[in-house]
């Protein structure tokens, strides 16, 4: 690993006024941006790694009212194993304890985890061998080459000059970020409250809506139906320490009136199910209706060479976490 500074931050004013200015890296669990920087994937090696860890109060689980707040800071192993987390929003549990291993769980964060950066292999290839959109450069490799992990619900442009647009096709595979988003989770951050829907994108070297120098301080879940009636489902090559090649979440309300469905690892960022989630909303699942909900979440998926795999799971865990719902 290349030598860079290393500041314990005071209080989160002092990580963001440091982040405006470049040359900065935000610092929580490590678990995704000390291999990143030990593998010199960036086109820039930062100069200076902030650590949000040493700022006070980022770190807890309560429930406020009708709110489960979640500090940024906190880690996953707290998250998976919160009597709070397990009783109000059991999927969350579940979702916090299938991330990566016990150990790295121990030390890794719920903010970190949302933040988290692609996994696509050419954007992870040491010493930046391929200095692709995602990082400012001028083509997506992917697009050409090995796609087998990446969308099968097309790319995100996004600006990386004045008047130059790049397509990204590299897939959003936290396992929270489903989770989070069929339970109507805000984030709240060092600016605003940023909603399920608007939180995550985009963009050269993020996978969120938050601007420069801004951070996550708290994630809320409301404790709805939802939180309650849910499921989660993570397909993956290996039992333990793989990423998900797809996960899911499914959740309902309790008049049936109204189906959330949600599917990471296809798209750019959390994928909504919307026309299944039409198809279901007011009526009680029946084994018709699962199989007919899964060929609906599939709908619009243009696979490339690679990965039409990922439309036949769609289907089939859609209706199968259907009908155990
Ligand atoms: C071997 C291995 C296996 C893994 N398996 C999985 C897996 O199965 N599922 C999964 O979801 N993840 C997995 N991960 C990724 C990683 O463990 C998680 O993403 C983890 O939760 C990252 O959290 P962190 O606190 O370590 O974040 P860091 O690595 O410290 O930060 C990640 C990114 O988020 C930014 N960031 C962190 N906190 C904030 C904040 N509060 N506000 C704004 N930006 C912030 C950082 O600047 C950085 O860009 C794996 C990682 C490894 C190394
Ligand atoms: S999919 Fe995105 S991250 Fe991967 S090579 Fe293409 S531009 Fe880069």
Redesign the pocket.
């Known amino acids: 690993m290349r030598p860079f500074n290393h500041i314990n931050a005071e209080t989160l004013d002092e990580a963001s006024a440091a982040l405006k200015k470049g040359g900065t ?11 990143a920087l030990k593998d010199d994937i960036f086109r820039t090696y930062p100069n200076t790694v902030i650590n ?1 860890k040493s700022v006070p109060d980022l770190n807890y689980i309560r429930i406020d009212g009708d709110t489960l707040k979640i500090g ?2 906190t880690t ?1 192993a707290d998250v998976a194993r919160s009597p709070l987390v397990q009783e109000s929003a059991p999927i969350l549990a579940q979702a916090a304890r ?4 016990p150990s ?1 769980r121990e ?3 719920i ?3 949302v ?3 692609p996994r696509c292999w050419y954007f992870r290839k040491l010493n930046n061998r391929f200095d692709c959109a995602r990082k400012g450069g001028d083509r997506c490799f992917a697009l050409t080459g090995d796609n087998r992990y990446h969308s099968i619900f097309g790319g995100e442009t996004f600006e990386t000059a004045p008047g130059v647009t790049r397509l990204c096709i590299a897939v959003n595979q ?3 970020a489903p989770v989070l988003t069929v339970l109507i989770a805000k984030f709240v951050t060092t600016e605003r409250v940023i909603g399920n829907l608007d939180f995550f994108g985009v963009g050269v070297l993020r996978s969120t809506t ?1 601007g420069c120098g801004e ?2 301080t708290e994630i809320q879940i409301p404790l709805s139906d939802f939180a309650k009636n849910a499921r989660y489902k993570r397909f993956a090559f290996r039992k333990s ?4 090649v797809l996960n899911l979440a499914v959740a309902v309300n309790a008049d049936k009136s109204r189906y959330h469905i949600c599917i990471g690892g296809v798209a750019p960022v959390p994928y909504i199910a919307l026309k299944a989630e039409e198809l279901l909303n007011g009526k009680a699942i029946t084994p018709e209706l699962a199989e007919a909900a899964g060929i609906a979440a599939a709908e619009g998926a243009k696979p490339y060479e690679a990965n039409a795999y990922k439309v036949q799971l769609i289907k089939t865990l859609v209706k199968r976490e259907l009908l155990a719902l």
């Open positions: 890296v935000a610092l929580a669990g490590g678990g995704d941006l000390l291999p949000l940024a800071l996953l299938s991330a990566s291993s790295l030390t890794t964060t903010g970190g985890n933040c988290q950066l936290g396992d929270l938050l951070l996550l320490i793989d990423f998900p």
